[in-house]
């Protein structure tokens, strides 16, 4: 008989209870608890065994609304090990999309908080699926069983996980939906298994060291790389808006080794961190991404670090996650300055593993690969990828799927990113914003980051964005611009000037003449850096006329 091997991304965690069963995997400081790898090994095992009593088995889609804390953890890899499907969906993105995400998924089983039960009796989410209700934190009220029954009915359970492969369905992972309607990423065992050695490979993480997430599904790669998380007290879906002293404080007592937080995150806590005074010599590497991180986030970030760490942002989407990294010191010593003058910004060189590509600008299917597609080096085009950390196909949505997946019979399928760029001679990557952003006016395509790169390099402007009004072909480009939260609106004209005679000195941002001031970006809900143009664009229009 053929022997097939199992892959189960439960596996990571149950090595590490093994090889560091008394280390922290979960310190949850605002309850004052902490699960040690052991514990949640054990906990996770019990879980399963009670999820399976209620139904909850392999297979079985499984919408996961609960905030990080030891709940979600223990629940997580619960049903991976169950060989069900979590599927996670951003809270914040709005009870409207919520609906839709969830009738896309069409999951039988849903696990929430009290308030997630309450928003799904009010606005319908999955009625026409869900078949079983788990409530964490709470009673039989909610109208789900709690999951300290659960875990009661599971207790003593000795659990062996499912036998998934490598190509079974692991999870579903909704987009942030920046660019339209969120789509759910479909991941398999496999999938996530890459993840996790890249990541690994990467960033050279150890097990024993301290993570402290602010991002909650990257939070829960933690305890597969054996590390311990630290888990903020803080609005997850709003980081923008974290509270500074919190974040600095929870990594200065715990020594935390590695962080990840979104550039708008990094944003407010390294101007805070920098005008105090306030260092983190624990810290080993800040992990960034979602949106470019502009040069003088990472500048301050350095000065809150100690001369050996770094700041790394690695460059990928939920779809496909880690394409490419690169480190504060090669951007704040080289191409940072390139980006400053129209070349677009550099997400390094392609990971160990992945195969990458710079396709025509199309926005057609692609049915088939063949070898002639792939552009020569800096021709700026598509960026499109292929390797095992690669998800396959959107779940329920096949026009999408058809948009962004080429199928390639040598290596299975292609994913187009969505993004534009080029690579350089050196194999470097160098981003250039989004597909669906470029702007096309009579005489050229204009591509955002490039010229927003050039704007942004005036010391009073905090961020700009180029959108596009009319009808493509015909796109009148327009350039937005937020201002430096302490510039007074009356310097306003005397910097229209200035970012005029910036702009005129490159010929792609010279013919750039509108130029409208925006008192506060609208961005999307998961980074809160991610500059949601289509917005923009019709705020733009709006003001013209
Ligand atoms: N290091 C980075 N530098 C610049 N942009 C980045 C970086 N990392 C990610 N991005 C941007 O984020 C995108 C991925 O975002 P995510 O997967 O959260 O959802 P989304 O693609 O915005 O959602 P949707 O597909 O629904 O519009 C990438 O395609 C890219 O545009």
Known sequence: MPHTEIVNISRPLTEMARLQPDTPAIIFPQDNRTLTFRELDAESDCLAA?????????????????????????????????????????????????????????????????????????????????????????????????????????????FTPAATGR???????????????????????????????????LYGIRPGEIDLPTFPLFALFAPALGMTAVIPQMDFTRPGHVNPQRILDIATKYRATTMFGSPALLNRVSRYAVTRGIKLPGLKRIISAGAPVPAAVLERCTQMLSDNAEIFTPYGATEALPVSSIGSREILGETGRLTGEGRGICVGRPVKGVSLAIIPISD??????????????????????????????????????????????????????GDLGYVDNTGRIWFCGRKAHRIVTATETL??????????????????????????GSQQPILCVEL??????AAQEQIRRELMEIGSRYPHTRDIDKILFHPAFPVDIRHNAKIFREKLALWAEGKLS
Not at 105 to 127: N, Q, Y
Not at 169 to 187: H, M, N, R
Not at 453 to 459: A, D, L, M, Q, R
């Open 447 to 472: 591509f955002t980051i490039p010229v927003e790169g050039v704007f942004n390099t005036h010391p009073k402007v905090f961020r700009t964005a180029l959108v596009g009004v009319g009808k493509q």
């Open 50 to 158: 009670g999820l399976e009593h209620i139904g909850i088995t392999r297979g079985t889609k499984t919408a996961l609304l609960v905030p990080p804390g030891p709940e979600l953890f223990a629940l997580t890899f619960a049903l991976f090990k169950a060989g069900a499907v979590p599927v996670f969906i951003d809270p914040g993105i709005g009870a409207r999309n919520m609906k839709g995400c969830l009738a896309d998924a069409e999951p039988t089983a849903f696990i929430g908080i009290p308030k997630a039960h309450v928003a799904r009796r009010l606005f319908g989410w999955g009625k026409k699926s869900l078949t079983t209700l788990v409530t964490v934190g709470g009673g039989r009220i909610w109208g789900g069983i709690p999951l300290a029954e659960i875990a009661k009915s599971g207790r003593g359970a000795d």
């Open 364 to 417: 057609d299917p692609i049915v088939s690969w063949n070898a002639d597609l792939p552009l020569p080096v800096w021709q700026v085009g598509e960026i499109t990828v292929s390797g095992p950390q690669v998800s396959r196909a959107y779940l329920n949505r096949l026009e999408a799927t058809r948009l962004a997946k080429i199928p390639d019979p040598a290596r299975g399928f292609w994913h187009r990113m």
């Open 484 to 489: 430096e939260s302490k510039v007074d609106k």
């Open 167 to 201: 190509n079974e369905i692991a999870a579903i992972l909704f987009t942030s939906g920046s660019t339209g309607a969120p789509k759910g990423a479909i991941y398999t065992h496999g999938t996530f298994s890459a993840q996790v050695e890249m990541l690994r490979n």
